[in-house]
Nanobody, 127 residues
Framework: QVQLVESGGGLVQAGGSLTLSCAAS????????MGWFRQAPGKEREFVAG????????NYVDSVKGRFTISEDTVKNTVFLQMNSLKPEDTAVYYC????????????????????WGQGTQVTVTS
């Protein structure tokens, strides 16, 4: 059974930092690209960042470039999202997701291309 378990969310002031973690189990980590998405109230779920199956190629939505960093620990099957210079508009539930792909460098930004999802962790940024 595949499980993705997020942690690290919380309440932070604007300009602060948080690091989200996503521990994956029940899958062969190297067969999946991993992504972080977020969903604010009344809005669609949007891609935030992703990392390729092999080689650590990354992809970010423009609004977080230079502020967020995705990384992974392939020994611990864990993916991280380091979030710096947080803004109130970053407030959302953040989800970890796994994308099955045979292309080592491909990182999808489309929700539909991700197979497995975590339960989400709330990030609230106050002004």
């Amino acid at each position: 059974q595949v499980q993705l378990v997020e942690s690290g969310g919380g309440l932070v002031q604007a300009g602060g930092s948080l690091t989200l973690s996503c521990a994956a189990s029940g899958l062969t980590f190297s067969n999946y690209a991993m992504g972080w998405f977020r969903q604010a109230p009344g809005k669609e779920r949007e891609f935030v960042a992703g990392i390729s199956r092999v080689g650590g190629r990354t992809n970010y939505v423009d609004s977080v470039k230079g502020r967020f960093t995705i990384s992974e620990d392939t020994v611990k099957n864990t993916v991280f999202l380091q979030m710096n210079s947080l803004k109130p508009e970053d407030t959302a539930v953040y989800y970890c997701a796994a994308q099955s792909t045979t292309t080592w460098y491909y990182v999808a930004s489309n929700v539909a291309e991700y197979t497995y999802w975590g339960q989400g962790t709330q990030v609230t940024v106050t002004s």
